[in-house]
């Protein structure tokens, strides 16, 4: 059973939280998770997609790791707006909680705020691995869903324990990354957006056509995971359709 669920941890409202307000936020997610957690080998928690600020995905994961000692636990982290003592920060933090891998991203600029770091992944995974890191847990760069493999030969130098693809919507994107990469010695985790008309807009926005696997979603996924070894699922904004979907993969 190699599949994975990814989560949106809750919108921050404020300029700060307390302990006690995170955990009230993440209530939620915590229900959610022990919904899940018997029909998927891990989760996977976002950091700030489209630079909407949320509660750190590396707090999220701690609070489900106190509570879940079994599922495996990801976690992205974002580079564009964070300092590199702070991302180091947050990988000690990481790896305190027994989270399982972090994966190191850019980020979506943020419709408010316009910093940025200058700090680019694959130069961040190697200084994570120049600190010891990656023998703590694994470390991920993001793939597109269509590489040029030619431009992202940094990504490949920067030896990551595996890349994370951005949503795919065919097998023949997943065989000609993984041909091309796996050899090598790469875990590749494709990420599959599903077909609910709640996602509508999430697939429009990412230009996703899925008209190939909506019919049959529960079959694309087993030959996705059947090519890779792994899937990652996304549903933003259906979660009983995902739950419903991982019933019938755990069938």
């Not at 000690?92 to 991203?105: K, M, P, R, T, Y």
């Not at 230009?207 to 996304?234: C, M, P």
């Not at 904004?237 to 995902?242: L, M």
Request: with cysteine; net charge positive; glycine share 6%.
């Amino acid at each position: 059973m190699s599949y994975r669920y990814e989560i949106n941890p809750p919108k921050v409202n404020g300029d700060s939280l307390s302990d006690e307000n995170n955990l009230e936020l993440l209530s939620k997610v915590k229900h959610r998770v022990s919904e899940i957690s018997s029909l998927c080998k891990g989760i996977h928690f976002t950091d700030s997609v489209l630079g909407t600020r949320r509660i750190s995905p590396i707090t999220a994961g701690t609070l489900i790791r106190k509570n879940n000692q079994k599922i495996e636990i990801t976690a992205s982290l974002r580079v564009r707006d964070k300092k590199l003592a702070l991302l180091e920060k947050l990988m000690q933090d990481a790896v305190l909680a027994g989270l399982n891998g972090v994966l190191i991203l850019k980020g979506d600029p943020s419709p408010n705020e316009h910093t940025n770091s200058g700090l680019i992944p694959s130069q961040t995974v190697k200084h994570f691995k120049e600190l010891g890191f990656d023998k703590r847990l694994d470390i991920f760069l993001s793939l597109p869903s269509n590489p040029d493999f030619d431009k992202i030969q940094k990504k490949i130098e920067a030896e990551p324990a595996g890349f994370v693809t951005q949503v795919i919507h065919s097998a023949e994107q997943v065989s000609r990354i993984v041909e091309k990469l796996k050899p090598q010695g790469f875990k590749i985790i494709p990420c599959i957006l599903l077909p609910f008309e709640k996602n509508k807009k999430s697939a429009e926005f990412l230009k996703i056509d899925w008209s190939s696997y909506k019919e049959n979603v529960v079959e694309f996924i087993k030959k996705i995971q059947d090519i890779a070894g792994d899937v990652l699922i996304t549903s933003p904004n259906d979660f009983k359709g995902a739950l419903e979907t991982l019933k019938k993969l755990a069938i």
